[in-house]
């Protein structure tokens, strides 16, 4: 069974996903989007906000993150929905580079692991609270079950949630209306006592500075945009007469994980209305920190989208993904997130003053969406596009020399190390080239892009290699 190199198996996650595997309807890709409401750690981290600041601030502090971060997951849930790529393909394009990105991919996936640990030992306590079997042994029951489930891709996921879903909602809502009826849960759920009995060290009454220290904490809820993009990039192409549910569709299944997240909130205080509070000061501490770096990312890539791109007309107006055609790293988007989280981090460890210091990913956010344009202008995007490719007329679809599979011409490049066309993947993955189609990998050359058509191949190719299907044209 092959696992690794088979597409299908991998659900184009690292590459452009062809109309042929986008077969979900909106209405399945948006209740697939709503997975991530059924983490606990979601709940677990509200009580910690709920005990640290108190019900109202807290309250506020999540509707103001709801807010602000409204607008930026707009703009990224519709592109990956119309580009039906990944958060990380599209952040390659977005003024970041090759390179560029893989270190917001390292940055998201090292907060994606802290809490995916997070959310199974708050399962693996669950089995010790049923059964009695030690923690250690029930972390193992957690990891058996769980690890395989993964192996066979999203679409098996979709099956399972398919099935499953209806149970949860049935389980988790009797347990908030058992919650909600108890003696006292009004009560509990806006003043929670904790399982020892000891006082809880919330701010008393209303504070605007705790509000937004709340507030910049949860800014980190929009590289959440980036987990619902796995799904939303699987959209398909919206029908004449059904845009509006499609829109609908990737606006709630998007953005609209924040508006879920509010019920949630309501829902984890008084869940955990009776909370352990010793956690909380680590628990409420790594969102704030991953916050300064998260809303950096995402702002400087919506800065770029719609500023440089939209208003400016700076930059390519596809978002172009492939490594071929990429420089290593791009100083406008790059550039700014590098900037615009290193002065909030310095900002949070009270380099200018213990306002600021509260108020750090707020600093992050303006930075980073300020910047781009500027950066632009300076570099007069010269770093979107270091070279393109050229397909016959007419052709939408290429072979890949490399791995012999067929996939859509934008998910596709000329190669001259190769000899012929190759996918963005096994270019991706392509080592041994050091980049041998570029003049440049770095920097920007004289006279702009090159253009590169199909090179003569050392090993025959074949007609087959390209595939010309009347159809509308491929930017390249």
């Not at 930059?315 to 172009?320: L, N």
């Not at 570099?379 to 490399?402: D, L, N, Q, W």
Request: charged share 10%.
């Amino acid at each position: 069974m092959h696992l690794a190199d088979n597409p299908q198996m991998e659900d184009f996650s690292l590459r452009y996903t062809p109309s042929a595997f986008r077969t979900w309807s909106p209405l399945m890709v948006f209740l697939s989007c709503l997975v991530g409401l059924s983490a606990m750690a979601g709940y677990a981290l509200d009580a910690a906000f709920v005990n640290a600041f108190g019900f109202g601030n807290s309250l506020l502090g999540f509707a103001i993150a709801s807010i602000v971060t409204l607008p930026l997951t707009i703009v990224i849930a519709f592109a990956i929905a119309r580009k039906h790529i990944d958060i990380d393909l599209l952040t390659r394009g977005s003024g970041f580079g090759y390179l560029g990105s893989t270190v917001t991919s390292l940055v998201y996936a090292t907060y994606t692991l802290i809490f995916l640990a997070f959310e199974g030992a708050i399962m693996g306590q669950a089995v010790t609270a049923l059964t009695g079997l030690d923690i250690h042994w029930s972390y193992v029951v957690v990891s058996a079950v769980m690890v395989p489930l993964t192996l066979y891709g999203m679409s098996f996921s979709a099956r399972f949630q398919a099935w499953t879903w209806p149970l949860w909602v049935v389980l988790i809502g009797l347990a908030v209306i058992t919650a909600a009826t108890a003696p006292g849960a009004g009560e509990h759920m806006i003043d929670p006592v904790p399982l020892d009995g000891a006082g809880v060290g919330a701010v008393a009454g209303f504070s605007l500075v705790a509000v937004f220290v709340v507030a910049a904490a949860n800014l980190s809820l929009a590289t959440q945009v980036g987990e619902q993009g796995d799904y939303l990039r699987l959209m398909p192409d919206p029908e004449p007469g059904r845009l509006r549910g499609w829109r609908w569709a990737v606006i709630m299944g998007g953005p609209g994980f924040a508006v879920f997240a509010v019920v949630i909130f309501f829902a984890s205080t008084l869940l955990v209305g009776y909370a352990d509070t010793q956690a909380t000061a680590a628990e409420v501490a790594l969102p704030v920190v991953y916050a300064n770096v998260g809303i950096a990312w995402i702002a400087a890539m919506v800065s770029d989208l719609v500023i440089n791109k939209r208003v400016l007309g700076i930059g390519p107006a596809h978002v172009e993904f492939r490594r071929a055609h990429l420089f290593n790293v791009n100083p406008i988007g790059f550039g700014s997130m590098v900037v615009a989280g290193g002065v909030s981090v310095l900002a949070y460890f009270g380099a200018f003053g213990s306002l600021l210091a509260e108020l750090a990913p707020f600093v992050s956010l303006v930075i980073a969406l300020v910047l781009p344009p500027v950066l632009a202008l300076l570099t007069r995007g010269r770093y979107y596009i270091a070279r393109t490719s050229e397909f016959p007329e007419g052709a939408t679809e290429a072979t890949c020399v490399v791995c012999d599979a067929t996939f859509d011409l934008v998910d596709m490049a000329t190669c001259p190390f190769h000899s012929g066309a190759i996918c963005s993947l096994c270019c991706s993955t392509d080592g041994a080239c050091h980049d041998a189609c570029k003049p440049s990998a770095w920097r920007p050359v004289p006279g702009g892009p090159v253009q590169l058509g199909m090179p003569r191949a050392r090993v025959p190719v074949g007609a087959s290699a390209i595939v010309a299907v009347s159809g509308p044209e491929v930017a390249s």
